[in-house]
Antibody
Framework: EVQLVESGGDLVQPGRSLRLSCTAS????????MNWVRQAPGKGLEWVSL??????????ENTASMRGRFIISRDDSKNIAYLQMNSLKSDDTAVYYC??????????????WGQGALVTVSS | QSALTQEASVSGTVGQTVTLSCTGD????????VGWYQQISHGAPKSVMF??SLPSGIPDRFSGSKSGTTASLTISGLQPEDEADYYC???????????FGGGTRLTVL
């Protein structure tokens, strides 16, 4: 079955770090660009980060407001994409979705979503 | 403020045809394929359209189109199970980011 499964969501104190994982199965993970998209309570979808496939150098893009705090990476040998989140703030409280682009560059629509991981930042 | 503009809400009756719009600019909608995503009761989003291509398993009541800087998702023969929030997104080459619309809440009366 083609799927993405997020893990690592948790309750964390402001200023701390957390790493999310996205485990892919059922398709050739290395061929696709991967994204993290978040949704704060009662709000819409907000794109966070992109990592391209190895064919495009595995380069990354990040939304300006989170640049420097959030780092996306991938391990194609394990079929996992990661999101390292540092210096977390209460505004980062959201469900974080892993999402796949239709190709390796990341300029195509998303065609596959995970079920989401809840991150709550609170003291 | 979302980079793409969608109607806040749209409603229709069972069997009716409704069209949702997604407006951007030459940096995004006019230049790249637009994706449409259905989210029911704040569950995980599901892709229902890539440009004008229908994903596997999505009924052909859904169709997509684009004209200039505006993309559209049309749902014909509206069904109660179509009630959901719908989001659009596409790549923006100026921002180097995947940009989303604010979402449209579709209510089936």
């Amino acid at each position: 079955e083609v799927q993405l499964v997020e893990s690592g969501g948790d309750l964390v104190q402001p200023g701390r770090s957390l790493r999310l994982s996205c485990t892919a199965s059922g398709f050739r993970f290395a061929d696709y660009a991967m994204n993290w998209v978040r949704q704060a309570p009662g709000k819409g979808l907000e794109w966070v980060s992109l990592i391209r496939s190895g064919a495009y150098g595995g380069t990354t893009e990040n939304t300006a407001s989170m640049r420097g705090r959030f780092i996306i990476s991938r391990d194609d040998s394990k079929n996992i994409a990661y999101l390292q989140m540092n210096s977390l703030k209460s505004d980062d409280t959201a469900v974080y979705y892993c999402a796949r682009n239709r190709e390796g560059h990341g300029s195509s629509p998303i065609d596959l979503w995970g079920q989401g991981a809840l991150v709550t930042v609170s003291s | 403020q979302s980079a793409l503009t969608q109607e806040a809400s749209v409603s229709g009756t069972v069997g009716q045809t409704v069209t949702l719009s997604c407006t951007g600019d030459r940096n995004n909608v006019a230049s790249y394929a637009v994706g449409w995503y259905q989210q029911i009761s704040h569950g995980a989003p599901k892709s229902v359209m890539f440009g004008d291509s229908l994903p596997s398993g999505i009924p052909d009541r859904f169709s997509g189109s684009k004209s200039g800087t505006t993309a559209s998702l049309t749902i014909s023969g509206l069904q109660p199970e179509d009630e959901a929030d719908y989001y659009c997104s596409t790549w923006d080459f100026s921002l180097r980011a995947q940009v989303f619309g604010g979402g449209t809440r579709l209510t089936v009366l």
